[in-house]
């Protein structure tokens, strides 16, 4: 079965540190997507990235970077130089191409970036 | 501008009411999609529909019901039936069903008076 796990809670940082939240996630499909989406205290997910299974490419958005990696099943986020802004919960997703087709979502990491 | 629109923004229920929370979106995406949020807690999903006119049951879809007579809607009714119906609803939308991205909406919340 698939399961997403993110397994900080919440994290605290002061403004310009870097910081990395983590995602380790379950799956028996061999195709699958994974997403990161934020949810600013407004409350509205705010879609960030999707990465098929295949693509095991870093990527870089800016102070936004995401780290995959199949052998340790892992889709990490990091943001680099964080500003109050990026304060927000922030949820890693899962979506298998063959069973069920559904989200599977962790359950977030509150990150709190002080000033 | 295109995206999906909620509301009310908030919405108070009294024992034994049915309430209906709106879900609009001019994506012209296909498929749709309710979860439910409660408090220091991922999202899971009460119904999807995947077209109009159908729609299928998610994780947690006793309570509520639903309906997609358009394409462009998909409201979600909180039935009498769901004993604990306070929580933060998100409603969404993809261009298929399956691995495509979601977008959401801003979320109602719904409170037991």
């Known amino acids: 079965a698939q399961k997403v796990t993110q397994a900080q809670t919440e994290i605290s940082v002061v403004e310009k540190e870097d910081v990395t939240l983590d995602c380790v996630y379950e799956?028996?499909?061999?195709?699958?997507?994974l997403f990161w989406y934020k949810q600013p205290p407004s409350g509205e997910l705010v879609f960030l990235i999707r990465?098929?299974?295949?693509?095991?490419q870093n990527e870089i958005s800016g102070r936004y970077s995401w780290n995959f990696q199949k052998s340790t099943s892992s889709f990490n986020f990091t943001i680099t130089a964080s500003q109050v802004v990026d304060s927000a919960v922030y949820f890693c997703?899962?979506?298998?191409?063959?069973?069920?087709?559904?989200?599977?979502f962790g359950p977030g990491t509150r990150l709190s970036v002080l000033p | 501008d295109g995206g999906i629109t909620q509301s009310p923004k908030y919405l108070f229920r009294k024992e034994g009411q049915n309430v209906t929370l709106s879900c609009e979106q001019n994506l012209n995406h296909d498929a749709m999609y309710w979860y439910r949020q409660d408090p220091g807690q991922g999202l899971r999903l009460i119904y999807y529909?995947?077209?109009?006119?159908?729609?299928q049951k998610g994780d947690i879809a006793e309570g509520y019901s639903v309906s997609r007579e358009k394409k462009e809607s998909f409201p979600l009714t909180v039935t009498s039936a769901q004993k604990n119906p306070t929580a933060f609803y998100l409603c969404?939308?993809?261009?298929?069903?399956?691995?495509?991205?979601?977008?959401f909406g801003p979320g109602t919340r719904l409170l037991v008076l």
């Open positions: 799956t028996r499909d061999t195709t699958y997507y």
């Open positions: 997703a899962l979506s298998e191409s063959n069973y069920g087709q559904n989200f599977v």
């Open positions: 529909s995947q077209i109009v006119n159908d729609f």
């Open positions: 990465r098929n299974s295949f693509d095991e």
């Open positions: 969404a939308s993809s261009i298929y069903r399956g691995p495509e991205t979601q977008y």
